[in-house]
């Protein structure tokens, strides 16, 4: 079997971190990567607008974080693992942020998790 | 000569990182009972065994490297490695002594071997490396092993095919097994098994498809090295490609090995975890 034939095909609901996501969510993924230090963190929530600004975050990752959507960060180019990092900020789990991905309640995404395993 | 006796693999979920303290309660925990109840055997081996020195396959997930350089392959060659709390607050444990000597001479050999690895005389160790071993040395008891980090990008694309791992950990293999001192050497691999954190597809577990690679891992890994990281991802999730990580710990290890314990559960935050214990044959 040619195992590479079907690399190319998307993968529903599935993002590639690559080199052009990368380039694209520079700024906001090195905006979420300051966030490991705990001052950075602080200097974050007492003046947002001016630590975006800093970090030259454009107008579509600006957004996505005044409104907190996850979905809308992996759009401008954020890799969720710095973006748990933002989450962590404002004490969100994997499972909120899962949540809030699927659209749905997080008892109903901790249910559906379970499911899988039956 | 040093010797690989054998190997461990375990997801390595900062959850668990959380719960580890409090594993005395939480083994009742109707929610940790079933993962936390694997580990005891897992301990016993790792206590008859009595390994010298740990070699942790793992990724770092944006704590010690960022995007603006992003290593392959990068292994640590310190005489001391520290955590931090990666900014949501996993608890910092004691410092992991590591073996700066046979650092070097793995990756000497590795270079020589084609692997041109990045080398790191600084390097903080994050959840991927600290929670493994939280778990199979319990109470932070690992002040007398120490560690060598292997660390391998799974973070920005392309990754490092599963094929490639698995040649990485046949040359580290090939490394440990020409070090003149007289080592017992365990390997780690850690992440995984199936999860998916991003996207509408976060949540995405794949019972069988976990399933087939816990038990293909032990008599046929060349085959699910086989798999292209795009097909990883397609039935593992995004982040189950970690799965990596577990090719390059078995690569390390012999062609037979004896399988001492294995566990599988669904889920501990959004992921199904595995564990295996792997003894080398003689």
Known sequence: MNVGAHDELPIPGTYIFDGKAAMKGYALNKMCYSFNEARNREEFLKDEDAYCRKYGLNEEQRKAIRERNVLAMIHAGGCIYYLAKFAGIFGLTVQDVGAQQRGMPVEDFKKMLQAQGD | ?282
């Open chain 2, 1 to 282: 000569m040093a010797r690989v006796i054998g190997g461990l693999t375990t997801s390595h979920i900062p959850a668990i990182g959380n719960a580890v303290p409090r594993e005395k309660e939480l083994v009742n925990d109707p929610y940790w009972k079933e993962f936390f109840a694997a580990y005891p055997p897992a301990r016993a081996w790792v206590d008859r065994v009595r390994p010298d020195v740990v070699v942790v396959i793992y990724n770092d997930h944006g704590l010690n490297f960022f995007l603006d350089k992003m290593p392959t392959f990068a292994i640590g060659a310190a005489f001391e490695y520290k955590n931090a709390d990666e900014g949501w607050g996993i608890p910092t444990i004691p410092p992991f002594q590591g073996d700066p000597e046979l650092s070097w001479h793995i990756i000497e050999s590795l270079v020589g071997d084609e692997f041109d690895v990045t080398t790191c005389q600084e390097m903080l160790v994050d959840h991927g490396f600290t929670v493994p071993m939280s778990l199979f040395w319990p109470n932070n008891s690992y002040s007398n092993v120490r560690t060598v980090p292997v660390q391998i990008n799974t973070v920005q694309h392309p990754l490092p095919s599963p094929m490639r791992c698995f040649r990485l950990g046949q040359a580290i293999g090939r490394a440990i097994e020409s070090y003149p001192k007289d080592l017992k050497v365990v390997v780690l691999g850690t992440g995984g098994l199936s999860h998916q954190l991003d996207g509408e597809r976060a949540g995405f577990i794949n019972k069988k498809f976990d399933l087939m690679c816990l038990d293909k891992i032990v008599s046929d890994p060349e085959a699910l090295a086989r798999y292209s990281i795009h097909e990883l991802v397609r039935e593992a999730g995004a982040q189950g490609a970690e799965f990596i990580l577990w090719l390059a710990m078995r690569g390390v290890l012999h062609r037979n090995v004896t399988r001492i314990h294995s566990s599988y559960h669904v889920a501990i935050s959004n992921t199904a975890t595995g564990m295996l214990v792997l003894e080398n044959a003689a």
